[in-house]
């Protein structure tokens, strides 16, 4: 997920898109359309898959209505981001001050700033709340995913979501509170085999601990689902420790994120062919689908994949292109089972 920007500023345009027999294999993972007005004409022309992802509670809602509406196009996700993480109490509270007061422990040290930001912030919700939220809307989508959810160091709290340009205040949400929610999320994953669109900024040390703990603490449950970093930031080093240590973790790009940093083309080689996925990571579903081509041209061009200008039912596997193993890629992520998994292919 990302504040709204100029798409100008990523990469530019590398190609016409190909036709619609090669789009519709494309599937662009990770992406926001909720964020926006969504044109009933723009989804009904929708040559592609979309992960629609949920963040907070105003939006799982609308997610659950776009997956409704347009079920051959969307899988939805259901779950509750990181940036809005200190609107959800781990137990009951006595008030809304005095829970954020609990949350942001300088608030004393700021006091202006505090006041300032509590006239925005909402009533909160209890974690135990979200969890049913969450369970409930997981069951009604037999193919849905958890997500997004996630860890993040680097996020400072705006005073007000809905402004653009948004001012920031002094706060960060405490880790710990950060990742008690995703833990608590993620235990809901292993018991109803969801997969998870995962959200891991500046923590990658805290990222390979957490797989570790999930697998000790969840076994053949856990390596029954997979998982996913969307734009993924980590280091190719540590990419390659989570890749050969967990079966079930694959990672997705975007140009909206990874486009700022060259370590992009480091990880897309470093990575497994068949652990890499691509996403818009977009708010607007017009922009998606040139978004997610964008990567998928990328991501052919460092694997020296060749780029489908057609669709061919069957294809020597020495001879498949980019889309065709990106849409295999997805299709072994969809399907999890991951048990008794240890050898990379390259």
């Not at 009904?44 to 347009?70: C, E, H, K, W, Y």
């Not at 509590?118 to 989508?141: G, K, S």
Request: aromatic letters at 8%; proline letters at 6%.
């Amino acid at each position: 997920m990302c504040y709204e920007h100029d798409i100008s500023d990523t990469i530019s345009h590398r190609d016409t898109l190909p036709p619609p027999s090669v789009l519709r294999h494309v599937v662009d993972v990770h992406c926001h359309p909720t964020d926006s007005e969504i044109p009933v004409k723009s989804m009904d022309n929708l040559p592609i898959i979309i992960g629609a992802m949920s963040t907070l509670q105003t939006d799982q809602g609308l997610v659950r209505d776009l997956a409704t509406a347009f079920p051959d196009k969307v899988v939805p996700s259901f779950g509750y981001h990181p940036w809005f993480s200190h609107w959800i109490a781990l137990a009951p509270y006595e008030s809304k001050e005095n829970h954020y007061r609990h949350i942001f422990k300088d608030a004393d040290e700021h006091p202006e700033a505090f006041q300032k930001l509590l006239v925005h912030l909402p009533e909160p919700v209890t974690l135990r709340t979200i969890l049913e939220d969450v369970r409930q809307n997981l069951m009604a989508f037999p193919s849905a995913m958890l997500g997004e959810v996630g860890i993040d160091r680097a996020f400072r709290v705006p005073y007000d979501y809905s402004s653009s340009p948004g001012e920031l205040t002094p706060f960060t949400v405490p880790f710990e509170h950060q990742l008690a929610i995703l833990e608590a999320q993620l235990d809901l994953a292993a018991e109803l085999g969801r997969n998870v669109s995962m959200h891991s900024v500046k923590s990658q040390m805290a990222t390979v601990e957490l797989l570790d703990r999930m697998t000790d603490k969840h076994g053949e449950h856990w390596m029954k689902i997979s998982i996913d970093i969307h734009s993924c930031g980590l280091s190719p080093q540590t990419w390659l420790s989570i890749e050969k240590r967990h079966p079930n973790v694959f990672l997705s790009l975007s140009t909206v994120i990874n486009s700022r940093s060259p370590n992009h083309r480091a990880l897309i080689a470093a990575c497994s062919s068949r652990r890499i996925l691509v996403e818009s990571d977009c708010h607007k579903i017009e922009d998606c689908v040139q978004l997610t081509w964008d990567m998928v041209l990328i991501v052919a061009e460092v694997k020296g994949w060749p780029v489908e200008s057609s669709w061919e039912e069957v294809v020597d596997e020495s001879q498949q292109g980019v889309v065709r193993r990106l849409e295999n890629n997805w299709k072994e992520f969809v399907q999890g089972n991951h048990v008794g998994l240890s050898k990379i292919s390259k």
